[in-house]
């Protein structure tokens, strides 16, 4: 049983195209396999980095906010006109207007409060936190209008209490 060329052309051809079909489905499935791990990589690389930015987020979220210090003083509006405002009233009326202002949450954050006030020479020294100066200054002015017998003017914003405390021109008792 002898096979002619012709019969030995075509069983190598047919041999040449089953290898070229079982290499090209070994090459899909290869390539198959290589996709799915590259996109399992590309998540990974993406969930990390998704990671990363949350946690960096959280945090900014958990970073001390830095507290400052506005030392200000009451003008009596009029000639002969004076001012009688304790502490504790004059820390009521910035919390509640900064609150009419800016809202419960604002407030929370902002946090501000009266730590010293001086009757006689009626300066005193607000601690609020470092972003939110001109909301503080303008629930100052607030309580201005609201009561209408003083003029607030902010004098400086210090980063500590005992240099608000030097620029009052007194001393932490």
Known sequence: MMLSSDDTLAILTLIAITIVALLSIMSLIFSLRINRLFRAFLRSIRSRTIRTYLRIIEERR???????????????????????????????????SFKELFGVLELGMAN??????????????????????????????????????????????????????????????
């Open 62 to 96: 958990r970073r001390r906010f830095r507290n400052r210090y506005l030392v200000f003083e009451l003008i009596p509006v009029g000639l002969g006109s004076s001012v009688s405002i304790s502490k504790d009233e004059l820390n009521k009326l910035l919390r509640s």
């Open 112 to 173: 501000p409060t009266v730590v010293f006030f001086e009757d006689r020479s009626l300066r005193g020294i607000v601690r609020y936190r470092s972003t939110f100066r001109p909301k503080v200054i303008l629930a100052l002015a607030n309580i201005q209008l609201m009561r209408g017998d003083f003029i607030v003017n902010p004098i400086r914003t210090t980063g500590t209490l005992s240099k608000a405390m030097k620029y009052l021109g007194t001393s932490r008792r």
